[in-house]
């Protein structure tokens, strides 16, 4: 069964760092395209950032200049370095990953984690 585990949310200040996590787990050949959403209260879930295999990234203007998307290949790990955090960065980030496993490929959501900005 293939997961994506996410770590890394948490409570923190206007003008603060988190660094979020994702692995991908479970007899995994390897990861294509992977990324993070988020999804604040009332609101639809929206990109924030992807990168490819390759490195090429993706960024929402919203983030754009704050946020860093970056992986390991070798771990099949994304991770999602967030600067000068806005309380409108509040919200539920998902990882998304495009995942190639026993000659099937699927795309895959992880179970969310919270991240909270204080003003």
């Known amino acids: 069964q293939v997961q994506l585990v996410e770590s890394g949310g948490g409570l923190v200040q206007a003008g603060g760092s988190l660094r979020l996590s994702c692995a991908a787990s479970g007899n995994i050949f390897s990861t294509n395209n992977m990324g993070w959403y988020r999804q604040a209260p009332g609101k639809k879930r929206e990109l924030v950032a992807t990168i490819t295999r390759g490195g090429i990234t993706n960024y929402a203007d919203s983030v754009k200049g704050r946020f860093t998307i970056s992986r390991d290949n070798a771990k099949d790990t994304v991770y999602l370095q967030m600067n000068d955090l806005k309380p409108e960065d509040t919200a539920v980030y998902y990882c998304?990953?495009?995942?190639?496993?026993?000659?099937?490929?699927?795309?895959?959501w992880g179970q969310g984690t919270q991240v909270t900005v204080s003003s």
């Open positions: 998304n990953a495009d995942i190639a496993r026993l000659g099937v490929s699927f795309n895959s």
